[in-house]
């Protein structure tokens, strides 16, 4: 089967990295010039944009984004986020999916370091991404040169107008990720992210990196039903080489639908690309044998393989269904 992304037309930075700005991982919209017609918390959302024939509130035509009132003066609207942890940004993607009459003619990304969770107004903001033009109902993915590691970003819209969905994607700085640190070294707000995946069909992969328990069936990876032999996988990249000591998988809400078993395959990896990391996985030692899955429950595991530091795993679910979280506790190793 062919590796399933969000949007095929995607670059691979929205792959290789976490989504900086996701609200579940501790993200949020802190302050914007004109919030008139859709709140800035919406731009956040997880979910991708949709569009509601005949639904208005209070102000108008309901959008799912962020949306500010027509302007009649001079200026542009902004509208500031803080990122969910510090960290190295590789690349945007500013979504006007359902804006068409209504969408900025362009846009502009500056970030900053603050403790403040809002940055107070004599901020110094350095310039991350130049003004670039925008279309209506259209993600516009740009690629970020920065090695510094930032606390916020202010989108800069010109001059007003709606943006859907903003995603910020970078890795979360490495203060947590010292030679001895214990941790979850699947977790996406330490750096871990979904190198590749079978099948992803009611669900994605990477949300199997994310923070708590899921919150409805919606909210975990979910494979279509299986009418094949074989069995489902993702293989996933940790957030720094590892030994991995326990493994939680958590089935919550998966009734069903959960898997009948699940396994995990493991290895230190150097360089590749991610279709030649995809096909050396079927070869990597067993960490986890098979064991059995229940609807619904967290299941721990004790007494891995010993293979030493690891930079990669397979998780294989059998033969398909869902799985909410997965938790690989261990320890950092250099």
């Known amino acids: 089967m062919a590796i399933v992304a969000l949007d095929p037309n995607a670059p691979d930075f929205t792959r290789r990295f976490t989504n900086l700005a996701d609200p579940r991982l501790g993200a949020k919209a802190v302050a914007a010039s004109d919030e008139f017609f859709a709140p800035k918390d919406r731009m956040l959302s997880p979910e991708a944009a949709v569009f509601i024939p005949g639904k208005y509130d209070d102000h108008g035509k309901w959008m799912d984004g962020w949306e500010s009132r027509r302007k009649r003066g001079q200026g542009n609207d902004w509208c500031v986020v803080k990122l969910a942890r510090a960290g190295r940004i590789a690349g945007v993607d500013i979504d006007t999916s359902h804006f068409t009459?209504?969408?900025?003619p362009g846009a502009s990304l500056e970030a900053c370091v603050c403790e403040a969770e809002v940055p107070p107004a004599d901020?110094?903001?350095q310039p991350l991404l130049p003004a670039v033009a925008?279309?209506?109902n259209s993600h516009h993915y740009h690629a970020i040169d920065s090695d510094a590691a930032w606390t916020h970003v202010r989108l800069s819209i010109y001059p007003d107008g709606g943006v859907a969905r903003l995603r910020i994607y970078g890795r979360p700085s490495g203060d947590a990720l010292q030679p001895g640190a214990s941790l979850d070294l699947a977790a996406a707000i330490n750096g871990a992210w979904v190198?590749?995946?079978n099948n992803e069909h009611f669900g994605l992969a990477a949300t199997?990196?994310?923070p708590g328990r899921g919150v409805n069936m919606g909210d975990g990876w979910e494979t279509r039903r299986r009418r094949e032999p074989g069995n489902d996988w993702c293989v996933i990249a940790l957030a720094a080489p590892g030994i991995i000591e326990r493994v939680e998988v958590d089935t919550a809400h998966f009734k069903g639908n959960f898997p009948d078993a699940c396994s995990l395959q493991a290895a230190r990896m150097e360089g590749g690309t991610t279709q030649s990391l995809i096909t050396q996985s079927m070869f990597w030692p067993?960490?986890?044998a098979p064991q059995k899955l229940s609807m619904d429950a967290v299941h721990g595991f004790d007494g891995l393989a010993a293979l030493g530091p690891v930079?990669?795993?397979?998780?294989?679910?059998?033969?398909?269904?869902g799985v909410s979280r997965l938790r690989l506790f261990g320890k950092v190793t250099a």
Do not use: C, K, Q, S
């Open 101 to 104: 009459g209504n969408y900025p």
């Open 123 to 125: 901020t110094a903001w």
């Open 134 to 136: 925008l279309a209506g």
């Open 195 to 197: 190198v590749g995946t």
């Open 208 to 210: 199997l990196l994310l």
């Open 286 to 288: 067993e960490l986890l």
């Open 311 to 321: 930079t990669h795993v397979r998780f294989n679910i059998f033969p398909d269904g």
